[in-house]
């Protein structure tokens, strides 16, 4: 079993930066593949970025990409995604998760509470 619990969101104006904490706890943890999604009001969840269990691979969507970068610490149980030029597009609740079900950029076995981040004009 995994816990996941976000932290770091907050209001940032456009072009600002904001850096984002997951803490996670359970067993094997450092051989889970970990991401960040993201939902808007009325929106789908959308995939952000994930890292492979020993932070060496990582994939982002285009919409962030250049932009955002996720890293993990093992030592720590910690996992993070470091988001720069930050564009009012980037509003939403930012969910940390471990254990894809089927692919990467899809739905996960566990997931956090969320954290929202607020980008102003």
């Known amino acids: 079993q995994v816990q996941l619990v976000e932290s770091g969101g907050g209001l940032v104006q456009a072009g600002g930066s904001l850096k984002l904490s997951c803490a996670a706890s359970?067993?094997?943890?450092?051989?889970?593949?970990m991401g960040w999604f993201r939902q808007a009001p009325g929106k789908e969840r959308d995939f952000v970025a994930a890292?492979?269990?020993?932070?060496?691979?990582?994939y982002y969507s285009d919409s962030v990409k250049g932009r955002f970068t996720i890293s993990r610490d093992n030592t720590k149980n910690m996992l993070y995604l470091q988001m720069n030029s930050l564009k009012p597009e980037d509003t939403a609740v930012y969910y940390c998760?471990?254990?894809?079900?089927?692919?990467?950029?899809?739905?996960?076995?566990?997931w956090g509470q969320g954290t929202q981040v607020t980008v102003s004009s």
């Open positions: 890292v492979n269990w020993n932070g060496v691979n990582t």
């Open positions: 998760a471990s254990d894809p079900l089927r692919d990467y950029k899809g739905d996960y076995a566990y």
């Open positions: 359970g067993r094997s943890f450092n051989v889970k593949v």
